[in-house]
Structure formats: C-alpha cells, structure tokens
C-alpha cells in the first residue's frame, strides 16, 4: 500500500517480503553509526520484533507507521521514513528516516521528510511534529533543517537508548516544527 509519493520516492508499507533490505540496511556500519553505534540488527530481531511492531502500527494507528521508501522510476529500495507517536514527549510525532549510503546527498532524506511533515499536519492532524539525533550527526541535523524543523533542545540519550555508552556519547539534539510554524513557512 502506497502511503506517500513525492517527486522521485514512494513511500509504501513493509511487507514480510522486506525483511533482506532492511538486514542489509542495517548491516552498513556507517549507516547505523548514528543510531546503534555501528551495531546492526540482527535478522531474528527483524522478524521476532521490529516488522511485527511496525505491522501493528498498520492496524492500530493506520495514519503513521514505518514506511519503505522506494524510487519511483526503477523502485529501488533507498530506506525508509517513519512518523509514529513520539517516545519521549506525549502529543507530538517524531518523524525518522534511514537512508542507504548510496542514497546520501541526493536530497532524498529532505524530500521524504517534506512529504512525511506534510502528511503529518494534513492527514494525521499533529501539533507538533520533533525529530532527535546525537549531537554529532550533523547531516541528519542538516535535514532537519533543510525540512523545516528548528532547533528545539538538547539533551542526553537515556540508558536505555545509548546502549550503556557513556554521557558523552549519547549527548543528543532535537529538533521541532509546530502546526503553525509549517502553515507560515507554506505560504
């Protein structure tokens, strides 16, 4: 099922027959390097937990969720965006997005995130819309910006996101757009 399309991506929901994609995403150090710490997920972890997750969110919450993101001409697999309940502040949506290397610095982290903002404020009805990552990823922060989130605070991972790292690694940033901030940046 096709969630978003913009100009060059489609956003659809995973299905079972993902599962490879998302292992090999996973398996690139430098991807996760952000995110784990380099450490990749597991393929038991994909099937027993994560696609399980994801697919309830499908049913429970069909407006948000965890969604592929494909190239529309040649349906390449590039990563994917998710906008779900945020888990750290109640009443927003916390947008996130993992692109595959060869996807980075075409801009397609960017135009995804418009497009999952947008769909955040028009169809879901969200008040505010936040996003978070360590304080080093700066490419991340720049998309951030680039999609029209402003630097909101920073912050420290806890434990049981840092996977027991230490303070300084886990400083982190996060980033926000409200309903009205997006429709004065729209017009």
Known sequence: MIVLETARLRLRRFTPADLDRLVELDS????????TFGVPASRER????ILPYWFEFYESMPLLGFWAAEMRDDGAFVGWF???PDRFDDGEQELGYRLR???WGLGLATEGGRAVIAHGFEKVGAAKISARTLAANFGSRRVMQKCGLCFERDFVYPQDVSAGRPEAECAAVKYSITRPQWLAQRA
């Open 28 to 35: 690139d150090p430098q991807v996760m390097r952000y995110i």
């Open 46 to 49: 994909y099937e027993q937990d």
């Open 101 to 103: 290397r060869p996807a």
């Open 82 to 84: 998710h906008l779900r």
